[in-house]
């Protein structure tokens, strides 16, 4: 019986919670503005800033320092396919923290996880 309770915890994808506090996760803020050409958007930029909120705490925000430049560069590709009428959307912020959130997640971070994203700058000029 207990052979089958761990293979069931095996395929079932069953783990232990994390053995940190989400609380406690720093935020990393290093990254600096990001700049793109919006598509199709001829003369306009687009800058942001963002700050995530980084678990597990040590290893995490160790991890996103060493991708800063996948980080960076995964970010430009995003801003940089946005369309005009993305950048007039009423919640264009909202929308970009879940894209950004799930990139960093599934593209760029492997050990660690990004709990949290804040934007913290926003402008179309």
């Keep these: 019986m207990r052979a089958f309770v761990a293979l069931l915890a095996v395929f079932c994808g069953c783990s232990p919670p994390p053995s940190y506090d989400k609380d406690d996760c720093p935020l990393y803020s290093e990254l600096g503005p990001v700049r793109a050409n919006p598509a199709g958007a001829m003369g306009r930029n687009l800058e ?18 060493r991708k800063r430049i996948e980080l960076k560069q995964a970010l430009l590709k995003l801003m940089s396919a946005k369309t005009t009428d993305a950048l007039e959307d009423p919640l264009r912020i909202e929308k970009m ?5 799930l990139l960093v997640n599934k593209e760029i971070l492997k050990k660690a996880k990004v709990e949290e994203v804040y934007v913290t700058g926003f402008e179309v000029k």
């Design 48 to 65: 942001a800033q963002f700050t995530f909120k980084v678990c597990p705490p040590e290893t995490g925000v160790a991890e996103i320092r």
């Design 97 to 101: 923290q879940r894209e950004v959130h």
